[in-house]
Nanobody, 122 residues
Framework: QVQLVESGGGLVQAGGSLRLSCAAS????????MGWFRQAPGKEREFVAT????????YDADSVKGRFTISRDNAKNSVYLQMNSLKLEDTAVYYC???????????????WGRGTQVTVSS
């Protein structure tokens, strides 16, 4: 089992920045690729970014390319999502997830956190 706890969400003005963190516990963190997803009200949960086990490979959704950066620190059992140039449409609950390989599909991830709310205001 892997337990994941997200933090760092909040209210921010459009154009601002936030850094989300996800702390993992349980099994060996570096055994898992990690992903960030988000879910806006009335919408399906969508892929945001993923990072390999070692952190040397990442992949972002087109909607966040150039604005969001995923990273990880295996020594701290943590994954991060740096979000810059935030837009109103980035408002959502953000979830981190752990799985065996990098993936954009929700079903590829076995473990999920409970999420952290990000609200972008005008």
């Amino acid at each position: 089992q892997v337990q994941l706890v997200e933090s760092g969400g909040g209210l921010v003005q459009a154009g601002g920045s936030l850094r989300l963190s996800c702390a993992a516990s349980g099994r060996t963190f570096s055994d898992y690729a990690m992903g960030w997803f988000r879910q806006a009200p009335g919408k399906e949960r969508e892929f945001v970014a993923t990072i390999s086990r070692s952190g040397d490979s990442t992949y972002d959704a087109d909607s966040v390319k150039g604005r969001f950066t995923i990273s990880r620190d295996n020594a701290k059992n943590s994954v991060y999502l740096q979000m810059n140039s935030l837009k109103l449409e980035d408002t959502a609950v953000y979830y981190c997830a752990a799985g065996p390989v990098m993936a954009t599909r929700r079903g590829s991830y076995a473990y999920w956190g409970r999420g952290t709310q990000v609200t972008v205001s005008s």
